[in-house]
């Protein structure tokens, strides 16, 4: 008899080992021996499948850890990119221009991809995270464009427990990738990630060094970009390379007030599931916390206005999330130009950038990015047209 | 003199016979004497071109309905079924994953089609529902892919009037198919429908025989997946079809909080148009009732957490919406083995699970499905490498 | 040293002039004195580089202003349209319905293009408007469908000043032209504008003629189509050209509740920029203004309900958004049919159509637009099978 009506719940520990063929597997994450978020100890009745993700106990330094998912990019992407967030820069948004720009068609976003690479480290990395603590080293490789790949794996490269043994600290140098294997992104992070059972210290620190901030001479030149026939009337502003000068602000002038449901719509885009941005069960006052790198992508296309021809991300230096974001903040955005540097990519120049990103209505460029409405504090590279 | 200025309407019965090219078109309403759902009988005034929907009186047993609106499904469905639903199931998200499995490319998520070829049937067959009773013999018998355009058929299997005179139920084979006239899904359905004149009944009853689950050998097997070089690292958990033991729970562990632009978007999505889901005046507490369909593609996306490798459902043997679901809930998952089958799927079995989707936050399956946070109660089979 | 820390603010006037490359370049914005939208005299620590946009002195008639971000659309904006709008006329959906009609492949719907060309406008011409106050000889003259990059030219052919001496009316006609040069839809629009400098007159008045209606003998007809062979079954309604009279009203009965996440989107989607409907801190009641656009849409989509195969809109003679709409706003339509004339389109006829869209919980077509529940009138053109 094969169609029987369902099986009663049979009250034992069913505990099955996480399947190991033979061979020491890094990315498998290590099984715990309780789940977490749950009200009750009812872990007997339960198998130990669903994957609570690692506690600090569980990262070592050296440890490469394979991400799941990968995840095939396309055109659709592209569209929600442009439904989510206020982009329009011409180089992502037309075929015709970015052949002008050497490329074969429009590609993927840069902080999109950097949002799907991040999205994939989550369940592995940061689903237990306290919070994100920064990035820096970031460099945009290589462009994606709509049919590729991209998968991710990240390094250990450092460990640091906190006092109060509670957390520690885990830095992570992290590399996605296109289905042929090259590096599109790669970027380090750091997160205070709690621990499995608070008090127990393990007495292992190593602190990685981190440059403060991409060389000029080591941005990466992205293969195919070429700027010798840039078309500033379809970009929408004239201002080229030497136009900036360091020192120089802009008020950046809109702003968008954010909804729940498009910052749930965007990091589920990125199969980014960690749990604070979907559940208003997690939180005391019910707010869902927005995804960093959501208010990233928003100053990036509100910079649109000032800086319409910085068309893409080389690199970023460092990146802080001053202050959680939720729904019904308005974001907006003002930029600083920090250095002017060369490029090897034909016919373009290198900006250095500082963009804050802050609810605050002021005309000024918010240089007490630490007051209680600064959301965001991004120092990075962008190519413009000389 | 062409370019007059509007003309005033003219006060008269405008009734203008639906187009009959001679011959019985079944798939045709049945034009009603009075329009639904308006305050004032002002039906005088109006043309009857629009489509109140069917009636209880307008069904009959055997009557195949043609539904309209082909759809083409493209990667802009696949990139929107990912920003709505947290889908993390390696064969829909990458094409290096689903050649691996012996596809062409990634296709398109199975309740994906499922809702497409749902949301055909809905004007003809339950737009004037007063609820969706239940699914079953449910296969899901060939994978769609990005390109294909669809079509659903229905078959009226069984009608019963209820005793109150005011509705009925119906029974209706629901038949999903792609432009080369292969069947991609069926299933059956039974809603309760409302009668256009209360009191009149019509003595007619034929209660189908359905099968309480599909047998696991008639499973379908969708042409051209392999699991035999299946890999589990990029899939994400190490669990494979031997390790499910009947009568084990899962606790999928995450919740997501459902907004209203979220489910009204992916709803007109698969173009299903039933009202209530839409228009926040039909009921008295000014709430939209949540798609059911939107609660099952939730579920099954959290299923991820445990069930990473059961990458596509084969059937639904019953399907049951437990209480209505409404923005605001934070729906979580849990999920039992009932069963282990073979399958021909090369290096595949197939596994019954149960899942259950709730409000509530338990660690324990909450087997007491009926109780006020129960949403769903979800019977299939899913396919999972051996 | 490279890597310095972020250089200090130059407390000092940046004012870079925009980049003229010898030429007159009417593309570009003027320079503005100061900026707008702060609320401190803070200019002077700021450059000029972000873009305020024109105030009604920067208009001149004859000015021809080339429209900047390029867009190329994809399938992805075709699934975000069905996502966003109750969509479901089979030429927009289905391939396979689209071959039968002569086309090649399903196309862009018709007010999609519209809203693209229409956003690339609002940078520069109604980035500071008072308010949108109409359309006019707005002509849909061929199919634009995945893959192809819409741009977008406004000509300046009007100009009023009020006698308020605060703004006034700018008349522009703005063409979309796909990548091989081609026009797929022109029109006319006047905006109040803002001056830049309360109190100052001109003195230049130039009030264009505008047709109040295109007429029948001057309608498009884009290449391609032809109903000959057209599939009423698929479309959903058997009314063809010749069943809908002159006079006949029809209450198209969905009715839907607009979210903020959702006409946000879709407004994104389009590139329109107007910081009204995106920022909350705008306007003293907190609400964000939804783009009259965003109504049109949703009107037509509901207008499927008794005009299923209206598939395509030709012209629109005139349109008004009779009040503003904002989120939590129930969208309802109603149709009267106006006028019908011949079409060269093999196969197919013209109507001329008024689709009222409201709030009113109304039966009967509100024929008193003016009040305040009424959001807007749109006199229009459809192709419909004879």
Redesign the interface.
Known sequence: M?????????I?L?E?A???NGEP?P??PIQPDR?????????L???A????GRFFEDFSVGMVI?H?????V???????C???????H?LF?????ARRCGLP??PIEDFAVFHFVFGKSV?DISVNAVANLGYAEMKFRRMTF??D?L?AQSEVIGIKENSNGKSGIVWVRTKGSN?HGQTVVDFVRWVMVRKRRPGKTSGVTLVPEI???V???ALPEPPGLDFSDYD?????????WS???????????????V????H???T??W?N?A?VH????LREDGR?LIYGGHVISIARALSF????NAQTVLAV?SGKHVNPCFA?T?VRAWS?V??R?KSSVPGAGALRI?TVASSA?????P?ESESDAALLDL?YWVLIPR
Chains 1, 2, 3 share one sequence.
């Not at 799941?68 to 095939?72: D, E, I, K, L, Y």
């Open positions: 094969i169609c029987k009506s369902p099986i009663r719940p049979s034992a069913v099955i996480w399947r190991q597997v990315a498998l789940q977490v978020y749950t009200e009750q100890d009812d872990s009745m339960r198998s499948k669903s994957n609570p394979e799941p998912t990968p995840r095939t396309t055109n659709g992407d592209r569209a929600l442009n439904a989510l967030f206020p982009f329009r011409a948004s037309s075929d015709e221009f068609q429009a369940p709509a049919g790949t998968t289905q440059n403060p901030c060389e000029a001479d500033f009337t379809s970009a929408g502003e004239p201002h080229s136009d900036y000068l360091p020192g120089e602000t802009i008020n950046h002038e809109h702003g968008t007030t909804e729940e449901a498009e749930m719509i965007a589920r885009l199969q599931p749990r979907f559940d208003s069960t869902r206005n000032g800086l319409a230096n019904g308005t600083k920090l250095e540097a500082r209505r002021t005309g000024a460029f240089d120092d």
